[in-house]
């Protein structure tokens, strides 16, 4: 039987040990290690205490990881009113070892990577290193907004793009605008995904729009990188972890992650992302065992592929003077992603325009996160002053977020 602490990676044990020395090498995690006594096996990390986003800032900003060869690159996630989720890594973003699994691209093929370049973003820049081994052609595309649909995607069917790339609450509308206008594309083979979970309307659209067309995953987040990959022979919730990755399923189905990577920066060490997951068979036909993503079991969902804290976005609303309660409404729609309605109540003897002030106050969050999502389209941001709140008819019981599928 597997072992829930297994790796056949050359060096996991000692590169264990050494990320649990650099964390107790800081001041502020001492005491927090200090009862583990040693690492005779990669099993003792049963004993370790699980990781999350505070406490890999607090090391983060002591070690200041530095790579052996090239720049050091930081990029974030998350983050939009509270504090962000940091990452980092040296050029190349470890897309080799990516590369070695993961083989959607190749020299003949013209990419067009659709994720939001800039900030501190690093879906972007990660793929550009990915194209970059693969030999093929790129266009980086960056963010388009709605009114920029048209006129490239008659410039990627010109062109005979064969492969596109974003998050796909960014990929569905542009796709299902080439239904809409007649837009065929039949030299896409591969759409590439990372950041959220697929989208089935795009299940609906691709055999319309380009029927030749595959969806091919990664699954990762800043602080982990890439942990695992998908193909079109997988279902789209289930990824085979990298070898550097130490993936273990623990209470309540949380999953934490341990970095394998000899010369890694960030010392992730049973790290948990507040996913859930459970482990499977998967239907492509490899025989190791796979990892099903159940959903997010924290405070955090994904919003348009951005990472959106609910607790802390109320916390953000409630300094908006004349705020007297918020609550969070977050609708799926099917053919156009994913919108956000802040409702809030007044207080008493509040100004007019207090949801135009809220809403400003959102737009101008310190951190791009979910308000990048807003600027793009800003029908993905609503807010409305109402008297009451949505709750539970039976025991008064108010949610702060509402999540809702539209029919």
């Known amino acids: 039987m597997t072992s829930d602490f297994f790796s056949s990676a050359p060096l996991a044990l000692e590169t264990v040990r050494d990320t649990l020395a650099k964390l107790r090498s800081v001041p502020a995690l001492t005491a927090r290690y200090a009862d583990i006594v040693a690492l005779d096996s990669l099993e003792d990390l049963i004993h370790v205490p699980v990781m999350r986003k505070d406490e890999l800032n607090i090391a983060l900003d002591h070690l200041k990881p530095k790579a052996q060869h090239g720049a050091t690159w930081t990029f974030q996630s998350g983050g939009?009113?509270?504090?962000?989720?940091?990452?980092?890594?040296?050029?190349?973003?470890?897309?080799?070892?990516?590369?070695?699994q993961w083989k959607p691209l190749g020299p003949d093929d013209l990419f067009v990577n659709g994720w939001g370049a800039g900030k501190l973003w690093g879906a972007h820049y990660l793929m550009g290193a990915y194209a970059d081994l693969t030999g093929c052609t790129g266009i980086g595309l960056g963010a388009v907004n709605r009114t920029e649909?048209?006129?490239?995607?008659?410039?990627?069917?010109?062109?005979?793009?064969?492969?596109?790339?974003?998050?796909?609450?960014?990929?569905?509308?542009?796709?299902?605008?080439?239904?809409?206008?007649?837009?065929?594309?039949p030299d896409l083979r591969t759409v590439l995904?990372?950041?959220?979970?697929?989208?089935?309307?795009?299940?609906?659209?691709?055999?319309?729009v380009a029927p030749q067309a595959r969806?091919?995953?990664?699954?990762?987040?800043t602080e982990t990188w890439v942990a695992g990959t998908n193909t079109p022979q997988c279902a789209d919730d289930t990824w085979h972890p990298l070898p550097s990755q130490l993936v273990h399923v623990g209470p309540d189905q949380l999953i934490d992650f341990t970095s394998l990577k000899p010369h890694g920066l960030n010392p992730v060490l049973r790290y948990q992302t507040g996913d859930a997951g459970e482990w499977v068979t998967c239907t492509c036909g490899v025989p190791d065992r796979a990892l099903r993503v159940l959903g997010r079991r924290d405070g955090e969902v994904k919003f348009r592929g951005l990472l959106l804290n609910a607790d802390a976005l109320l916390r953000e609303v409630a300094t908006v003077p004349g705020v007297l309660q918020?609550?969070?409404v977050l609708t799926e729609?099917?053919?156009?992603?994913?919108?956000?309605?802040?409702?809030?109540?007044?207080?008493?003897?509040?100004?007019?325009?207090?949801?135009?002030r809220v809403r400003d106050h959102i737009l101008g969050s310190a951190f791009g996160g979910p308000s990048t999502a807003f600027h793009r389209d800003p029908e993905a941001l609503a807010v409305r002053a109402t008297a009451a709140l949505i709750h539970n008819e039976r025991t008064g019981k108010v949610s702060p977020l509402v999540q809702r599928t539209a029919t």
């Open 333 to 356: 729609y099917p053919a156009r992603g994913s919108t956000l309605e802040v409702l809030v109540v007044p207080a008493r003897d509040t100004a007019d325009g207090l949801a135009a």
């Open 215 to 221: 969806r091919w995953g990664l699954f990762g987040s």
């Open 326 to 328: 918020a609550q969070l």
């Open 149 to 185: 649909y048209d006129v490239w995607l008659e410039f990627f069917a010109a062109r005979g793009v064969t492969s596109i790339g974003g998050t796909p609450s960014v990929l569905r509308p542009i796709i299902g605008r080439a239904r809409e206008i007649g837009v065929k594309l």
């Open 80 to 100: 939009s009113t509270g504090s962000p989720k940091l990452g980092y890594a040296p050029t190349g973003l470890y897309m080799t070892e990516v590369y070695e």
């Open 193 to 208: 995904w990372l950041g959220e979970a697929w989208n089935p309307g795009l299940d609906e659209d691709l055999p319309v």
